[in-house]
C-alpha cells in the first residue's frame, strides 16, 4: 500500500479524508485515472459514489464501485442535462451534501485524434471534445454547488500537457483540454466565496482506455521515461495521491491550480541522450 499521511486520534489512524463524501465521475475500467483516484481516497478515509455513461458501463464500474464499498452507483451522461440534475438528485436523497468532485471525462471522435490538426479538425468534433471533456465541468459543478453549500467543497479535474503545448496527434483534445484549465479557473474565482476550491492534474501520459485512442501513444510513453527528470512513467497511483492530497482539508489554501504530475517531464527545455559511464 502507498504511503500516505493519517491523522491520528485517540489511538487509532484516521485517514486524511475521512468523514468526507466523494462522487467519482468518469471510472471506465481498472486501469482509469479515476480509478487510480478512488482508490487512493478510498484508503484515506472518504465515502465513494461513482457514475456510469450507460448500461455497458454499468457491467464494470458497478463490481469495482462495490469492491470500495460504495452503496451509490448512478447513470450520468455528462452530455445530457437531465440526467445530471437525475444523478445529483439521488445523491442528494441518499447523501443529502457533497464534499468532493472528481471530473475525470474527456473525449473526442476517434477521426480527429490522428493525423495533422488542420484535417482532422471538423467543427463536429470541436464541438463534441469541447461540450465533453470543458463545458461538462462547469455542468457538474453547476449541479453540486447546492450540495456544497455550507462545507469545505473540492472539485478536481484532469487535464494534460497538451493544454499548453502541441503534443503530436493530440489535436482538438488540446484545445478542448485548454479550454477545461481556464474552466478551472474561472470556477474557482466563481466559488472560491462559498469556500468551494476547484483544481485540475495534468498528469503525464497513463495507459487507458482512453489514451489508447491517440495515435503514437506507445512513442509518447517511451519518450517521457527517457526525458522527464524521474526517467520514468507516472502511475495510476501517482495521480491518486495527489488527487486525494487537492480535494483533502490539507490543501485548503490551493485553488484554481493545474498541479503537474508528470514526473517532472513539462519542466524539461531540452534533453540529450545519456550515454552509460559518462558524459
Same mark, same amino acid.
Not at 60 to 80: F, H, I, M, Y
Not at 180 to 198: C, S, T
Not at 220 to 238: C, F, G, I, K, Y
Given at each position: 500500500?502507498?504511503?500516505s499521511f493519517?491523522?491520528?486520534?485517540?489511538?487509532?489512524r484516521m485517514g486524511?479524508?475521512?468523514g468526507?463524501?466523494?462522487?467519482?465521475v468518469?471510472?471506465?475500467?481498472d486501469r482509469?485515472?479515476a480509478?487510480?483516484?478512488?482508490q487512493a481516497?478510498?484508503r484515506e478515509?472518504?465515502e465513494?459514489?461513482?457514475t456510469y455513461?450507460n448500461e455497458?458501463f454499468k457491467?464494470?464500474v458497478?463490481?469495482l464501485?462495490?469492491?470500495?464499498g460504495?452503496k451509490?452507483?448512478?447513470?450520468l451522461?455528462?452530455?445530457n442535462?437531465?440526467?445530471i440534475?437525475?444523478?445529483?438528485?439521488a445523491?442528494?436523497k441518499e447523501?443529502?451534501?457533497?464534499?468532493i468532485?472528481?471530473?475525470?471525462?474527456a473525449y473526442?471522435?476517434r477521426e480527429?485524434?490522428?493525423?495533422?490538426f488542420?484535417?482532422?479538425?471538423s467543427?463536429e468534433?470541436f464541438k463534441?471534445?469541447?461540450?465533453?471533456?470543458?463545458?461538462s465541468l462547469?455542468?457538474l459543478a453547476?449541479a453540486?454547488q447546492?450540495?456544497?453549500?455550507?462545507r469545505?467543497?473540492a472539485?478536481?479535474?484532469?487535464?494534460?500537457l497538451?493544454?499548453v503545448?502541441?503534443?503530436?496527434?493530440y489535436?482538438?483534445?488540446?484545445?478542448?483540454k485548454a *479550454?477545461l484549465e =481556464? &474552466?478551472?479557473?474561472f470556477?474557482?474565482a466563481?466559488?472560491?466565496?462559498?469556500?468551494i476550491r476547484?483544481? @485540475?492534474i +495534468?498528469?503525464?501520459p497513463?495507459?487507458?482506455?482512453a489514451?489508447a485512442g491517440i495515435?503514437?501513444f506507445r512513442?509518447?510513453?517511451?519518450?517521457?521515461?527517457?526525458?522527464?527528470p524521474?526517467?520514468r512513467?507516472?502511475?495510476?497511483e501517482d495521480?491518486g495521491?495527489?488527487a486525494?492530497?487537492l480535494? *483533502?482539508?490539507l =490543501? &485548503?489554501?490551493?485553488t484554481?491550480e493545474i498541479t503537474?504530475?508528470?514526473?517532472?517531464?513539462?519542466t524539461? @527545455?531540452? +534533453?540529450f541522450?545519456?550515454?552509460?559511464?559518462?558524459e
Amino acid at each position: 500500500m502507498p504511503a500516505s499521511f493519517h491523522w491520528v486520534t485517540r489511538g487509532f489512524r484516521m485517514g486524511f479524508l475521512s468523514g468526507k463524501r466523494a462522487l467519482i465521475v468518469g471510472v471506465a475500467s481498472d486501469r482509469s485515472i479515476a480509478w487510480g483516484i478512488a482508490q487512493a481516497m478510498h484508503r484515506e478515509g472518504a465515502e465513494l459514489a461513482f457514475t456510469y455513461v450507460n448500461e455497458k458501463f454499468k457491467e464494470r464500474v458497478q463490481p469495482l464501485a462495490e469492491s470500495l464499498g460504495s452503496k451509490v452507483c448512478v447513470q450520468l451522461d455528462v452530455t445530457n442535462d437531465a440526467e445530471i440534475e437525475s444523478a445529483f438528485g439521488a445523491l442528494r436523497k441518499e447523501w443529502g451534501s457533497l464534499d468532493i468532485l472528481v471530473h475525470a471525462v474527456a473525449y473526442a471522435p476517434r477521426e480527429a485524434l490522428a493525423g495533422g490538426f488542420t484535417a482532422s479538425t471538423s467543427r463536429e468534433a470541436f464541438k463534441v471534445a469541447h461540450d465533453v471533456s470543458s463545458y461538462s465541468l462547469t455542468a457538474l459543478a453547476r449541479a453540486a454547488q447546492p450540495l456544497m453549500s455550507g462545507r469545505a467543497g473540492a472539485i478536481l479535474t484532469l487535464s494534460y500537457l497538451g493544454a499548453v503545448k502541441s503534443i503530436p496527434s493530440y489535436n482538438v483534445m488540446g484545445l478542448a483540454k485548454a *479550454s477545461l484549465e =481556464a &474552466n478551472v479557473r474561472f470556477l474557482a474565482a466563481d466559488l472560491g466565496p462559498q469556500n468551494i476550491r476547484v483544481n @485540475g492534474i +495534468s498528469a503525464g501520459p497513463i495507459k487507458t482506455l482512453a489514451a489508447a485512442g491517440i495515435a503514437g501513444f506507445r512513442k509518447m510513453l517511451s519518450r517521457v521515461a527517457d526525458v522527464a527528470p524521474l526517467r520514468r512513467n507516472v502511475t495510476l497511483e501517482d495521480v491518486g495521491n495527489a488527487a486525494a492530497f487537492l480535494c *483533502s482539508d490539507l =490543501a &485548503n489554501g490551493i485553488t484554481g491550480e493545474i498541479t503537474y504530475v508528470d514526473a517532472g517531464f513539462s519542466t524539461v @527545455g531540452m +534533453s540529450f541522450p545519456q550515454e552509460a559511464g559518462g558524459e
